[in-house]
């Protein structure tokens, strides 16, 4: 049974910083490209950041500069630091894996930005 499970969502305060994490099991890990999307109300899905399994590393215009993802294949975990948030990134956190046509979706974590 494959899972990959977010934490580290919640409210934080525009400008404020916040890291995602994403455990993986049930899968060959170091094979996947992992990524992260997320989706605000009204709004389609989009991809924020990913990561291949060599580590290359793709963002967003509206992340770069402002988000880091990064993977431990040792801990199967990706994460998503989030630094400088604006309300404009309040969404769903989705973390993703891909492998040769499978794909694998978390249940999703919220990210709210308010003052």
């Known amino acids: 049974q494959v899972q990959l499970v977010e934490s580290g969502g919640g409210l934080v305060q525009p400008g404020g910083s916040l890291r995602l994490a994403c455990a993986a099991s049930?899968?060959?890990?170091?094979?996947?490209?992992m990524a992260w999307y997320r989706q605000a109300p009204g709004k389609q899905r989009e991809m924020v950041a990913n990561i291949a399994s060599g580590g290359t590393t793709n963002y967003a215009d509206s992340a770069k500069g402002r988000f880091t993802i990064s993977r431990d294949n040792a801990k199967n975990t990706v994460d998503l630091q989030m630094n400088s948030l604006r309300p404009e990134d309040t969404a769903v956190y989705y973390c993703?894996?891909?492998?040769?046509?499978?794909?694998?979706w978390g249940q999703g974590t919220q990210v709210t930005v308010s003052s």
């Open positions: 049930g899968i060959t890990f170091r094979l996947y490209k």
């Open positions: 993703n894996a891909e492998f040769r046509g499978r794909v694998y």
